[in-house]
């Protein structure tokens, strides 16, 4: 039985070896039974804070371990880990955390191998890191400080500036807090506080948006709450996205890339009952998962279907929706802390692909929005590409399309000041949530 350092270790090397997603490789993990509920924390904690960290641990590593010419790849990623736990777990004593990884050297490799792992992890913990803070070179210094690709903060600082860039990679790797949007279809907001609380939930209101509630302690997907159709965990900068979209009673909307569910569902519970949701995705697999939400939430208004919304008028009219959300593809910046590993595996490339593809779905199914009507398009990164030069792009094209300033209206009265030009761009230290960018934009009479 390995213990859950060893299955830290295996999951690790997975991540870099297979290029699996940590989020879905360590639910794997963690329903796997092999590990305890006290052992799961360490293990996500070890797992993601590595993989968040990867850049700052490999630069405190390197002077430590430059002589030792043929360090295989799991030696590398056992030490780093194993660094990992002692610069940053309060909990673990470092000799515990060196004790361990000694164990495990041996059970891998020979002797030879942990002796190495002792003498460089003791070393390290004789002579300590090097004083990020004397690097004079801003890229340089948060790159390697807060772990982010060169590239990434370079791109950035570009657009943000310096410390608005230093604040949202410090904030990339602080673990995101739980939040869930009530079903207001169903029950009001005080009403699912008070379920969560007598199921013994530490919970309160959220700050921005008013459907939301935060778990401070105790995961809300296992409450019954949320078994019984009261909430969708959702995090809170998604959930001004259905309400940008302004939806009256009896509409008939269009949401395009709408898997897993989250924002269709919103939507449909703010028609109360009435209108209808189209709701398509590009899989059948996850189509399945909206199906599967609106059934939980005993939503009677959302038909879904598996569909590549880059051919959506094939299948509908023009002029058939009063109201449709692109919410696109995109690189997921905004979603760092849930996904660490995308900082590291995006590319410049990518980035040029997907405003491509972001444009070819707001072209195709601009023609379905009646006169008078609503296109929202969304985001979770907050790179300009994909957001204001995509929406740029957009309207160069598509003359009966404005900007709709009105989207202040619609939004919680806290991100006023972060609209600019009629656009929302939210950073994730703003308010602790995800990295998000949203348009309302109007097609003319």
Not at 319 to 328: G, H, K, P, R, T
Request: with cysteine; hydrophobic share 40%; aromatic share 8%.
């Amino acid at each position: 039985m390995k213990n859950v350092r060893e299955l830290a270790l295996e999951a690790l090397l997975n991540v870099e070896k297979k290029q699996a997603y940590s989020n879905l490789l360590l639910n794997n993990y963690l329903d796997s039974g092999k590990l305890s509920k006290k052992d799961g924390g360490l293990f996500t904690e070890i797992v993601y804070g590595t993989i968040q960290r990867t850049i700052t641990l490999d630069y405190y590593l390197a002077s430590y371990i430059e002589k030792q010419k043929k360090l295989q790849d799991w030696v590398k990623v056992l030490l780093k880990m194993t660094l990992y736990q002692m610069l940053y777990l309060d909990k673990v004593p470092a000799r515990a955390a060196i004790y361990e990884a000694v164990e495990i050297a041996k059970k891998r490799g020979h002797k030879g191998v942990a002796s190495v792992v002792n003498g460089v992890l003791r070393s390290i913990q004789r002579n300590g890191v090097p004083d990020l803070e004397k690097m004079e070179n801003d890229v340089e210094r948060i790159s390697i400080s807060t772990s982010h690709p060169k590239w990434l903060v370079e791109k950035w600082i570009e657009q943000y500036g310096v410390h608005d860039t230093e604040r949202m990679c410090e904030m990339n790797l602080v673990p995101p807090h739980q939040s869930a949007r009530a079903n207001t279809a169903k029950a009001d907001v005080e009403e699912v506080l008070q379920m969560l609380t007598t199921q013994g939930f530490n919970v309160e209101k959220g700050e921005l948006a008013e459907e939301s509630i935060v778990s401070l302690k105790g995961n809300m997907a296992y409450s019954n709450a949320y078994k019984n159709g009261y909430m969708t965990i959702q995090d809170e900068s998604s959930m001004l996205v259905a309400r940008a979209l302004g939806v009256e009673k009896d509409d008939f909307v269009y949401d395009c890339c709408a898997a897993p569910g989250g924002k269709t569902t919103h939507i449909a519970e703010l028609l109360k009952d009435s209108g209808r949701v189209i709701s398509t995705d590009l899989h059948e697999h996850k189509v399945k998962l909206i199906k599967d939400q609106a059934e939980r939430l005993q939503l009677s208004n959302i038909e879904a279907q598996a569909l590549d919304s880059r051919k959506a008028q094939d299948i509908f009219k023009e002029e058939q929706f009063d109201s449709i959300l692109v919410d696109a593809p995109c690189s997921g910046f905004g979603v760092i802390r849930r996904k660490p590993d995308l900082k590291y595996t995006k590319s410049m490339q990518d980035i040029k692909q997907l405003a491509s593809i972001q444009l070819a779905i707001l072209k195709e199914v601009a023609p379905l929005v009646k006169k008078g009507g609503t296109l929202v398009y969304s985001t979770c990164t907050i790179d300009k590409e994909e957001n204001a030069d995509v929406v740029q792009a957009f309207l160069e094209a598509n003359k009966e399309f404005e900007i709709d300033f009105n989207i202040k209206e619609l939004l919680p009265e806290k991100v006023n000041s972060y609209v600019k030009e009629g656009m929302l761009q939210l950073l994730p230290h703003y308010f602790g949530t995800d990295g998000f960018f949203i348009v309302r934009l109007k097609r003319q009479v």
